[in-house]
Nanobody
């Protein structure tokens, strides 16, 4: 299984980006029953959760992202998305996607896509 995140880039403050993460060689049943999430890590900081979406549909967002970011998934395409609006310079980071089912030892990470927000 490989996760490829893309869609990052340079954007001005207040702008929007949509990140995508494609899971290759993952069967439908495994993907659809897994939780998916986006994390980010800025230089000098620890990796932090941005948003998570459980297989049952419940979501979790970091407080500073609520109302600005939206996580979604397309099980048929094995894809995870992160719509980011009203971006701020402090959102600048390397964004990683994660697919996990801890009970079965499933924990896959993508290599990350860089998001840079200029003021």
């Amino acid at each position: 299984v490989q996760l490829q995140a893309f869609g990052g880039g340079l954007v001005q403050a207040g702008g929007s980006l949509r990140l995508s993460c494609a899971a290759s060689r993952m069967i439908f049943s495994t993907f659809s029953s897994s939780s998916v999430a986006w994390y980010r890590q800025a230089p000098g900081n620890q990796r932090e959760l941005v948003a998570a979406l459980r297989s049952g549909g419940s979501t979790e967002y970091a407080e500073s992202m609520k109302g600005r970011f939206t996580i979604s998934r397309d099980n048929g395409k094995r894809r995870v998305y992160l719509q980011m609006n009203s971006l701020k310079p402090e959102d600048t980071a390397l964004y990683y996607c994660n697919i996990a089912q801890p009970y079965y030892g499933i924990d896959y990470w993508g290599k990350g896509t860089q998001v840079t927000v200029s003021s």
